[in-house]
């Protein structure tokens, strides 16, 4: 087991660093505060072959892997922009469409991907199914040589700046288990029969979220990503994809917090020593610190396993659980050091409260990857 860096790897995030510096919390914060995207930012990644360095280089990608992304993904967080649809459109629907689209869908889609002209963002939570997949009730009916697309999906992030949506839909029903068979369409954003409703949240994020009502919206066969009915494993390996990149945005989060608020203490002075003098301010920030390394480590683990065909469900779902753990004890510290500051718009820190505090929900929620360990890991019943 060797930990250091390669001097690739080191270069990439320098590299990617360097870029996002030069926009930074100066440039998040004020979008985060107005719901804004953060196209600038988008589009100077995709020039430089950021977002799509994990997919194949025949479709414009950089040929490298998920541990790639992980890293583009921590280094904008760690430089003041966590990017929410790096998750979205590169990790999990740019390796759904590498590994389970046609010819033609790849060619499509992947290479605007890359170059950031396009986005793809994904769609699978609904009202009335919330964390239990098997309840979804967005359906897709074949009618002739077409699909025909009912039902309602909430809380989709990006629909304003996507072109499409990979959408997971029910599409028949599994006689032995009486459950849903799922399959997965790539619905362009302006299909007739689709209307999107922005769905205000009050943490400030850059990206929009959407409720999404599909009426009787028509798709032909070749909307259909991979093999209809298969849609649930199909997801199943995507999402370890979004949980190694929503763990390594966490970790840059952190980064970044701990380094102001470090900062902050170091200078602050109320009793003619700074504050970071005070074990009751360092010590919040040194634990944050190892929890981070820590969250770290995993997600480099969990990355390598992907990329090297292991099974990376486990390292997936404890990298995202303690990444997002580790960015809300930074938050929680950083607030704390700045005092009244850690509340003030001026100091930026609550829109990075509100990012890591949704990671602690989204993608998958802390108590659904403790459930994964419980059964899973500990081979506990399942309790649900
Ligand atoms: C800002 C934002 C952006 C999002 N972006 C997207 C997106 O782009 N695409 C998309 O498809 N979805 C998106 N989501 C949805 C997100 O993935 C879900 O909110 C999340 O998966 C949790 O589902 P839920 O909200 O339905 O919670 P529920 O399933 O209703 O759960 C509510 C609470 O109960 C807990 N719970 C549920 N079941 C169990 C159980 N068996 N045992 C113990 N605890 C349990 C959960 O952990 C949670 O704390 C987004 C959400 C937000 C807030």
Request: include cysteine; proline fraction near 5%; charged fraction near 20%.
């Amino acid at each position: 087991m060797d930990f250091r860096e390669t001097s690739e790897h080191r270069d990439l995030r320098d590299t990617v660093r360097a870029i996002t510096a030069k926009f930074g919390p100066e440039y998040y914060v004020p979008r985060a505060e107005a719901g804004e995207p953060t196209h600038e930012l988008w589009a100077e990644l995709g020039r430089n072959g950021f977002l799509g360095i994990n997919l194949p280089e025949e479709y414009g990608g950089g040929g490298a892997g998920l541990a790639e992304l992980a890293m583009v993904c921590e280094e904008t967080a760690a430089a003041g922009c966590p990017l929410l649809l790096l998750l979205v459109s590169a990790a999990i629907s740019g390796e759904m469409i590498s590994d389970f689209g046609t010819e033609e869908q790849k060619r499509q889609w992947l290479p605007r991907m890359a170059s950031g002209e396009s986005k793809v963002v994904f769609g699978i939570t609904e009202p009335d199914a919330g964390s239990n997949t098997h309840r979804l009730s967005t359906v897709a009916e074949r009618d002739g040589g077409d699909f025909v697309i009912n039902g309602t999906k909430h809380y989709i992030s990006g629909v304003d700046e996507a072109e499409a949506i990979l959408l997971v839909a029910r599409s028949g029903r599994d006689e032995a288990t009486g459950r849903g068979r799922l399959s997965l369409f790539l619905v362009p954003t302006d299909t007739p029969g689709l209307v999107a409703t922005p769905l205000p949240v009050s943490a400030k994020l850059p990206e929009k979220q959407f409720v999404l009502h599909f009426d009787a919206l028509r798709l032909p066969a070749s909307a259909l990503l991979g093999e209809e009915g298969n849609g649930f494993a199909q997801v199943f390996h995507g999402l370890n994809p979004e949980r190694i990149t929503g763990a390594a945005v966490c970790v840059g989060i952190a980064r970044h917090l701990l380094a102001q608020a470090a900062d902050y203490a170091s200078t602050r002075s109320v009793w003619g020593t700074p504050i970071g003098a005070h074990q009751g301010i360092a010590h919040p920030l040194a634990k944050a610190r190892i929890e981070t390394d820590l969250a770290a480590l995993m997600t480099a683990k969990a990355a390598w396993l992907h990329d090297n065909d292991q099974p990376a469900g486990e390292a997936s779902n404890m990298a995202k659980y303690a990444a997002a753990e580790a960015a809300g004890a930074a938050a929680e510290a950083a607030i704390q050091a700045h005092g009244g500051n850690g509340l003030a718009t001026e100091y930026g820190i609550l829109p990075y409260w509100g990012i890591s505090r949704l990671l602690r929900i989204a993608p998958v929620s802390r108590e659904m990857v403790l459930n994964f360990v419980a059964q899973h890991s500990l081979g506990l019943p399942r309790s649900y």
